[in-house]
Nanobody, 126 residues
Framework: QVSLVESGGGLVQAGDSLRLSCAAS????????MGWFRQVPGKEREFVGS????????LYADSVKGRFTISRDTTKNTMYLQMNKLKPEDTAVYYC???????????????????WGQGTQVTVSS
């Protein structure tokens, strides 16, 4: 059984930092690209960023570029999202996702991802 579990969400103030984790179990994603998305109630899920299986290639949405950093530890089968200089508009449920096994290309569309976590709430107060 494949499982992606996010953690690290919470309530912070504008300008603070937060690090989300996404732990994968049941199947290794070490050869697959992974990504982060976020969703606000009433809106479509939004791409945040994506990372290659090796961790050396990343892709970010313009809205988070320069503030957010994605990384992964293949030995722990875990992906991270370091969020700095948080803004109230970053408030959302954050989801991690993985592409199919051995699918290495980064992608912006949620349709390209096969596996999803349950999400973790991030709330940024002004």
């Amino acid at each position: 059984q494949v499982s992606l579990v996010e953690s690290g969400g919470g309530l912070v103030q504008a300008g603070d930092s937060l690090r989300l984790s996404c732990a994968a179990s049941g199947r290794t994603f070490n050869r697959s690209a992974m990504g982060w998305f976020r969703q606000v109630p009433g809106k479509e899920r939004e791409f945040v960023g994506s990372i290659s299986w090796s961790g050396d290639i990343t892709l970010y949405a313009d809205s988070v570029k320069g503030r957010f950093t994605i990384s992964r530890d293949t030995t722990k089968n875990t992906m991270y999202l370091q969020m700095n200089k948080l803004k109230p508009e970053d408030t959302a449920v954050y989801y991690c996702a993985a592409r199919g096994i051995l699918v290495q290309a980064l992608a912006r569309s949620e349709k390209e991802y096969s596996f999803w976590g349950q999400g973790t709430q991030v709330t940024v107060s002004s």
